[in-house]
């Protein structure tokens, strides 16, 4: 029989926990006989009494296993946890807080059986979000689609199925600031899809602010795109031309026609001014790709776990003699 396993990251979310425990022995229940279930709850260090729910579940349910993180290293290293300690023969992947259906993975579990090596949830509707968040997320997926190297499809997030031998593929890649969804895009292998309709939270308040947002959108572009260090050089050439034809016209006034040219100040100023400006935008965009050059050559572990619901949990790498 094959073993199935449900990954799940979750931070401060005891609010929602009590719902999503509900839907998952419910999901869990309906492929009771025809497949082999393993809940995977990985708690990124939460503060309000997350891991004492897990661990009641735990013991409630054999079916679960509970990783706590020693402290909160973001949702996409949670995620990634999960995945390194899931057994199954395909992992799904969704959030706590209930906006990633667990019904909607029959659905890609039926894909799964005809072939499919990773099918992604792609939302048609996204209930219980304002308008700015819904139209800088539609705005996102399409410029990463442009100039990403990756074939993730638009508006997919982390909600998706992979069979064993993709998460193995995705396991290999230990770079640090990960975007998963890309690199699951990137991977390739055979690939479909399934659309649904996004409800609200279950309960409780996101965690994603907006600086978060911010963050995870530049982790997309600069790890899949080397756009904006050409974007900074043909900004740079571009600004140079005028300039430069400027500087022609001073040589020829001052040289040939006599003609000083005290009156240019404002000019020099403004060549100083852009071009200043210019570098500095262009320093910052280097200093992002140097950052992150930085941070793979230290080898520091995407996480660290403090506590498991079990001796027995541990990642299958480990088990393995």
Known sequence: MKVISLVIPLYNESQA??????????????LEGQYRIEIILVDDGSR???????????????????????????????????????????VVSLDGDLQDPPEIALEMLARFERGADVVFGVRRQRAGESVMKRLTAHAFYRILGWLGDTRAPLDSGDFRLLSRRALDALLRM????????????????????????????????????????????????????????????LL????????????????????????????????????????????LIALGIMGEY???????????????????????????ARQRP
């Open 290 to 316: 140097l950052g992150r050059v930085f941070e793979n050559v230290k080898q520091r572990p995407d996480y660290l776990v403090m506590n498991v619901t079990s001796p027995d949990v541990m990642p299958p």
């Open 174 to 233: 230990r770079e640090k600031h990960k975007y998963l969804r890309g690199l699951v895009g990137w991977i390739g292998y055979r690939t479909d899809q399934v659309e649904y309709d996004r409800p609200a939270r279950a309960a409780g308040e996101t965690k994603f602010s907006w600086l978060k947002m911010i963050r995870f959108a530049t982790d997309g572009i600069v790890n899949f795109s080397r756009f904006p260090l050409r974007l900074s050089f």
């Open 236 to 279: 740079c050439l571009a600004a140079m031309v005028p300039f430069l034809g400027y500087l022609i016209y001073a040589f020829v006034a001052a040289v040939y026609l006599h003609q000083p040219l005290v009156r240019g100040w404002s000019s020099l100023l403004l060549c100083v001014v852009i071009f200043g400006s210019l570098n």
């Open 48 to 90: 309000d009494g997350t891991w004492d729910q897990i661990m009641e579940f735990a013991r409630a349910d054999p079916r679960v296993k509970g990783v706590g993180l020693s402290r909160n290293f973001g949702h996409q290293n949670a995620l990634f946890c999960g995945y390194e300690f899931a057994a199954g023969d395909a």
């Open 17 to 30: 926990f009590p719902l999503l425990r509900q839907r998952l022995a419910e999901f869990s229940g309906r």
